[in-house]
């Protein structure tokens, strides 16, 4: 069984009518390593979810609801778990429906109404062996999985109130870990800062221009776009580069770094870290409307308190003609879970967010349909998804990175 489990087979080999359809964004950005890393921390994924669903006592809820099954909500209620959790137990259930454990009725995607029931015994996790075949695929998947881990051994204290998910994964002793995670050297989330690096390049102005990146973390997509501009000889297209994050810690570690390697002197392109709150009026923290030829951030725009505030100070900041580039984890489609949204739910500021029932109907990653609608809503012209995951999914289910790019008329 377990051999199985880590073991290729027909399924797992990529269609390559997927690379006909890829557009700007190189084939070799979806290598067979990265697909296959891909493929086995969706696995551990699954394991973990096996594992937590025994673990707080949701199975057992599960097989005491009889015929109609249950909630995640009547679940959590049933095993005296911290109503808070009921966004990652949703995840947990989603992701034994894709096993095959859990049979769910109701609209996928649905914040309420969705029922389970088990659909065959609980088999035992797996979870260390997926861990070592991914380690031993790609020694990087270690991040990925470390995460995953922290995640899940914080979930039973949290469902039992004993913390919060900030103070289980966000205290002094996570930060190495996180930054483990967002680096380039994790191949898994890595691409979601090539696939961005390449929608910004390929929509720069031809003179050259201003970019201001929101949300930057330590800087590790502000060096995929500088290392993608160098490689192509296009570094002279960027004259002002304002690379912004609220987090003074973050901020300082890009300061340090990205300088070091770009040097101003030598490349002609003037770096500044600042603060910006995407929450707040931008005008209010010195950026100027019309000022800026392109906005970029990668997996920020999906944490704005009000998703369509935060997308209408974006357009206002753009020159007439410019662009915003969003790189953002996507769900291919309507209540799929994703790897690596379990950490993310367990924080507060991640899940409490201002919800619409058509643009926004829950937090976190949205298809790339509500991308699109969001961005149209908020005066975008030529949105697009790059590269198309509304096709990609369908010749593979699990493509869950691409950026989302619109124009300001």
């Known amino acids: ?241 304002l690379i912004t994050e609220p987090a003074a810690l973050l901020r300082r570690r890009a300061g340090r770094t990205l300088p070091g390697r770009w040097p101003p002197e030598e490349t002609g392109i003037a770096l500044s870290f600042d603060a910006l709150d995407i929450d707040r009026p931008w005008h209010d923290q010195g950026i100027e409307p019309g000022s800026v030829d392109l906005v970029f951030g990668v997996n920020v725009f999906h944490v704005a308190r009000n998703l369509q505030r935060s997308l209408l100070e974006a357009h206002a900041a753009l020159a007439p003609g410019g662009w915003l580039v969003a790189g953002e984890c996507l769900r291919p489609h309507p209540g799929q879970p994703v790897a690596a949204e379990l950490p993310f739910l367990l924080l507060e500021s991640f899940r409490d967010v201002e919800l619409d029932p058509e643009l926004r109907p829950h937090p976190g990653f949205m298809t790339p349909e509500l991308w699109v609608a969001n961005f149209e809503r908020a005066g975008f012209v030529d949105v697009d998804v790059v590269p198309d995951v509304r096709v990609l999914r369908e010749l593979y289910p699990r493509i869950t990175t691409g950026t989302v790019c619109g124009r300001r008329p």
């Not at 969705?114 to 659909?119: E, H, K, N, Q, V």
């Not at 003179?207 to 570094?235: Q, Y």
């Open 1 to 241: 069984m377990c051999a199985v489990m880590v073991s290729r087979a027909p399924a797992d080999v990529l269609d390559p009518r997927f690379y006909e359809h890829l557009g700007e964004i190189p084939g070799d950005l979806f290598d067979d390593r990265l697909f296959w890393s891909v493929e086995l921390v969706e696995r551990y994924a699954r394991e973990w979810a096996i594992e937590l669903v025994a673990t707080l006592g949701l199975w057992q809820a599960l097989e005491g609801s009889g015929a109609a099954g249950a909630t995640a909500a009547e679940a959590v209620e049933w095993a005296a778990l911290e109503p808070g959790i009921q966004s990652a137990v949703a995840w947990i259930f989603e992701q034994l429906v894709a096993t095959g454990l859990l049979h769910a009725v109701g609209p996928a995607g649905a914040t309420t109404g969705r029922r389970f029931r088990p659909a065959a015994p609980l088999r035992p996790s797996h979870r260390q062996v997926v861990h070592e075949a991914a380690i031993e695929h790609h020694e990087n998947n270690g991040p990925f999985l470390d995460l995953i881990d922290a995640a899940g051994e914080a979930l039973p204290r949290i469902a039992r109130g004993e913390c919060t998910g900030e103070a289980a994964l966000l205290g002094a002793s996570g930060l190495g870990r996180w930054a483990r995670y967002f680096s380039n050297d994790n191949p898994v989330y890595a691409l979601n800062n090539r696939l961005a690096a390449v929608a910004v390049a390929e929509r720069l102005p031809s003179t050259p221009g201003c970019v201001l990146e929101v949300g930057a973390g330590a800087g590790s997509a502000s060096e995929a776009l500088l290392e993608l501009l160098e490689t192509r000889g296009s570094l002279g297209r960027l004259a002002r580069f």
